[in-house]
């Protein structure tokens, strides 16, 4: 199913996707594919894949065939920034041959050898119009409650992401974030701006203190302060944590789907116990 047709549907429990990454070593894709199968508890609507900027570790592909083999729709991430047109044309054409119907289009981050990369697509936008013009792929496209970390301002931020559903994109996948209000300003602002698209919410269930301090080094990401409080308290305890995260997450949810949030996207770090229970708790 296209992302324009999963997000008309009004029932939340259908609007559930779930991240991935491909693991470093293939022979640590069946723990993957085992995690994946775990996610069919909730029947998401589909599983995305992240790719590798630069491109890193982009045995992502095959792997996308493996998860449709095992039965669940996938949606294949997809960084430009060092890619050719002739390449980013050969890979549409594969998903596209492989019944693979949806992509998440980025630009990726630029590396530090720049060298790397040819820049026939600058910016993500130039990636979903070249999509748009030699694909039937339906795109979605990445959205930062709190900016992006290059942008000027958030205000600019929100014009450059309405360059990219103007170019034809159809839903707007967001960066993680723990602070609700900071969810509901930017609905209303890139509502005022003409953005109508669904906007699926990004959730990290907390796992760790490290895996929080990681995240929010590379991306704007606040944590409310009782958020900070209890990361403090729960450090000692892998297990203490993982409870407290999943608790977290589940209001965080409840009240988005109180307020009729079009979609909830799980970044799971490949681990499926804590995202099924959020979703157990409320659903
Ligand atoms: P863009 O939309 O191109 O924006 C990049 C920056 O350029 C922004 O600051 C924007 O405001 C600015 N900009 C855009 N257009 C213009 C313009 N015309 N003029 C001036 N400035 C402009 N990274 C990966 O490597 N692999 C993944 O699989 C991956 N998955 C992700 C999934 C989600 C849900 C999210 C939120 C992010 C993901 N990322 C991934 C991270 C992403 O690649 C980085 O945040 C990257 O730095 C920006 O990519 P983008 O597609 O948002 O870029």
């Given amino acids: 199913m ?8 009004e029932d939340i429990n259908k609007k559930i996707s ?4 491909p693991p470093k070593e293939p022979d640590k894709y069946q723990n993957l594919i085992s995690e994946i199968k775990k996610f069919k508890a ?33 949606m294949p991430h997809f960084t430009c920034i060092c890619s050719s047109k002739e390449f980013v044309k050969t890979h549409i054409q594969t998903l596209e041959n492989n019944n693979i119907e949806n992509i998440l289009a980025l630009r990726g981050d630029i590396p530090d050898d720049k060298s790397l990369c040819c820049y026939d697509f600058k910016y ?16 979605g496209v990445a ?16 014009d450059n992401l309405k360059r990219k559903i103007d170019a034809g994109a159809e839903a707007i996948f967001t960066q993680l974030f723990f602070d609700n209000e900071k969810f509901f300003k930017y609905l209303e602002l890139i509502r005022q701006k003409g953005i109508t698209v669904p906007v699926a919410a990004g959730i990290m269930p907390v796992l760790s203190k490290k895996q929080v301090d990681k995240m929010t080094s590379l991306a704007n990401i606040s944590i409310p302060e009782d958020l900070k409080q209890n990361i403090e308290k729960y450090s000692s305890s892998s297990e203490d944590m993982k409870k407290f995260g999943i608790e977290f997450a589940a209001k965080q949810c409840q009240e988005l789907i109180k ?8 970044f799971t770090l490949n681990k499926a116990e804590s995202s099924i229970a959020i979703l157990n708790n409320i659903l």
């Fill in 143 to 158: 959205g930062y409650p709190e900016g992006h970390i290059e942008a000027k301002n958030i205000n600019s931020d929100i």
């Fill in 18 to 21: 779930f991240e991935v990454f």
């Fill in 2 to 9: 296209k992302l324009r047709e999963i997000y008309k549907i």
């Fill in 259 to 266: 307020n009729n949030v079009d979609g909830l996207h799980f």
């Fill in 124 to 139: 993500a936008s130039e990636l979903v119009e070249f999509i748009k013009t030699n694909s039937n792929l339906s795109a």
């Fill in 42 to 74: 909730v029947n998401p609507a589909f599983i995305s894949l992240t790719w590798g900027a630069g491109g890193k570790n982009n045995n992502s592909f095959e792997l996308s065939k493996k998860i449709q083999q095992n039965g669940s729709n996938i």
